[in-house]
């Protein structure tokens, strides 16, 4: 690591001092191979009223310190958000769960290969530099929202749950004022500045994320698809709730994860989709509508097949037309 | 950087580069090198202590930022003449070949136990409401604890012995 000034965070002000560190278990890893090397590191783990999970006009704000285990755990998120569970219990390990905090894993950074090595060229990294996943080997960049600039795909699970669970994130600047996002406007896509990810601007910290009140009776689930079982980063993933009325469904939230540089979302299949009678027949359509044929990336290809197959198994479980683990029937929190 | 760590018990008072992670200050300042280094980027588990009772990667945390914590190491559960249950598990179902990802796995497993007897579900949980050991639970538990010899049967094998010895 490069040498950096350590500052204790006391205030909300003393924010904008420098390079913030949450759990850590994401920067201090940038940081041993200087991906990243702040000239000042600012530790916000002791600021007040951040780590707390609170009732909030019929839903949650989940302080920005509140870690993935807590989130996960918590027994009304068990009740009312069971696919935020899910998704979060589908991250990394038990460990780094215990760690990461709901502001960092929102924040956590790419895992495109060539972001972490300094002797590549990426406009992430070092912003003008070029793009070296382009022409080379990228299986696990994005196939949605991609620039000519940057390929890269956001890796967070927790993120895709709270996009379909429609959160928002709560941002203060130095001065204390609050400001809300919902999750989709709180992310940029890469255009010509693939680093700047966010619409935070200097001194902004992320205070707290919102949930919404949950609708209870919902089918909720978390499908990740990785290459190894467990403590592995998810080649797609699809978060998903619908409400059914007999065989006709209703309200449905879906988001996508690992396939664009941000939680993915397509009303137009949610527009497909409601109203309508489930059937294989219309999830494979909207599974069409939803993945295009082609990819930016040779190496993303699969990610055609796979995502379109892992909708319709989310779509037939979230329907009732195939039984399958992982389900849960949101009950409200009261 | 003045750091006050409490750890097995013990008071220190450390004085660090702030880029020092407790890892290597608990191996290399004071002398408990039981804890292990195997890729020292949240990759492996080897680090495996436990920090105000819950497991984390100790390679992963900046000493400096844990000034007033409690730290437990594989040195704090037991000694040679005085096993805990799991370090006794781990020696007669031979839950290890090497033997250098142990101390992290026993850490993981100390507090894996602990986490199912709150009821914390996980992500191979039929219901979140609810907490088991299958086997297929304690595969998904421990994922965070990579054997590069293997012994992930005999592992699993010795944790369930030990949740046995509990109840
Ligand atoms: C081996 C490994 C496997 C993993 N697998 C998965 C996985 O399968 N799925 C998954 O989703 N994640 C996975 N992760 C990533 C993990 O979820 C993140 O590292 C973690 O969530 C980051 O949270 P943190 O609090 O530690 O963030 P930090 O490392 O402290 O910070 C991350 C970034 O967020 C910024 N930041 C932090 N808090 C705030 C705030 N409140 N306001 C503004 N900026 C802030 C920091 O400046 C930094 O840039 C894995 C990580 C590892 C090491
Ligand atoms: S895809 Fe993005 S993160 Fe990867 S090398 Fe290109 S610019 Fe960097
Ligand atoms: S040494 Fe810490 S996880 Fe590998
Ligand atoms: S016993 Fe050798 S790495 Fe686990």
Redesign the pocket.
């Given at each position: 690591m490069k040498p950096f000034d350590y500052i204790r965070a006391g205030e909300i002000e003393d924010v904008a001092g420098g390079q913030i560190i949450a759990g850590g278990t994401n920067l201090l890893d940038l940081m041993k191979i200087q991906v990243v090397a702040p000239d000042a590191l600012v530790d916000i783990t002791r600021l007040d009223g951040l780590s707390d999970i609170a009732e909030h006009e019929g839903g949650l704000r989940i302080g920005a310190l509140v870690t993935n285990t807590t989130v996960a755990n918590d027994a009304r998120v068990r009740e009312g958000w069971p696919l935020l569970s899910r998704a979060i219990l589908a991250g990394a390990s038990a460990q780094i769960r215990n760690k990461a905090t709901t502001g960092g894993n929102l924040l956590q950074r790419t895992r495109c290969p060539y972001f972490y090595d300094t002797s590549q060229a990426c406009n992430k990294r070092a912003p003008g530099s070029g793009c070296a996943a382009m022409g080379g080997a990228g299986r696990m960049l994005a196939i949605f929202g991609t620039s000519e600039h940057c390929l890269a795909a956001h890796p967070s699970d927790m993120a895709v749950a709270m996009a379909a669970l429609e959160a928002e994130v709560e941002i203060t600047n130095a001065s204390g004022e609050t400001r809300c996002v919902p999750m989709n406007d709180f992310y940029r896509g890469p255009a010509d500045r693939p680093d700047v990810e966010t619409v935070l601007g200097d001194g902004d910290l992320v205070t707290a994320v919102i949930l919404p009140t949950p609708r209870a009776g919902e089918r909720q689930t978390y499908r990740k698809v990785r290459d190894r079982a467990s403590y592995a980063f998810a080649l797609v993933s699809v978060a998903g709730s619908v409400r059914m009325e007999g065989d006709t469904i209703k309200d449905v939230a879906l988001a996508y994860g690992s396939v664009a540089p941000h939680p993915w979302m397509d009303q137009k299949v949610v527009e497909m989709l409601e109203g309508e009678t489930a059937s294989n027949e219309l999830f494979q359509r909207a599974a069409k509508t939803l993945v295009p044929e082609t990819a930016p990336h040779p190496d993303t290809e699969y990610k055609i097949t796979l995502l379109r197959r892992t909708f319709i198994a989310a779509m037939r479980q979230l329907t009732g037309l195939a039984d399958s683990a992982g389900t849960d029937i949101s009950r409200a929190h009261s | 950087m003045k750091t006050t760590l409490t750890v097995n018990a013990r008071e220190y008072d450390v004085d660090n580069d702030p880029r020092r992670t407790l890892?290597d200050t608990l191996r290399d300042d004071l002398g408990l090198p039981g804890t292990?280094?195997?890729?020292?980027?949240?990759?492996?588990?080897?680090?495996t202590v436990l920090l105000n009772g819950e497991r984390v990667?100790?390679?992963?945390c900046l000493t400096a930022m844990h000034d007033g914590d409690e730290i437990t190491t594989i040195e704090g559960i037991g000694s040679p003449d005085k096993l805990s249950a799991l370090q006794e598990a781990f020696v007669k179902h031979d839950g290890y070949q090497c033997g250098y990802c142990t101390p992290g796995q026993i850490m993981s497993a100390t507090a894996m136990l602990k986490e199912i007897s709150d009821g914390a579900p996980s992500y191979v949980s039929d219901d979140l409401q609810t907490a088991s050991l299958s086997d297929a639970e304690m595969a998904e538990r421990m994922s965070g604890n990579l054997c590069r010899c293997s012994a992930y049967p005999l592992i699993r094998e010795a944790i369930a012995m030990a949740s046995e010895v509990k109840k």
């Open positions: - | 890892l292990k280094k195997g890729c020292d980027h949240g990759q492996c588990g080897a680090c990667n100790s390679c992963l």
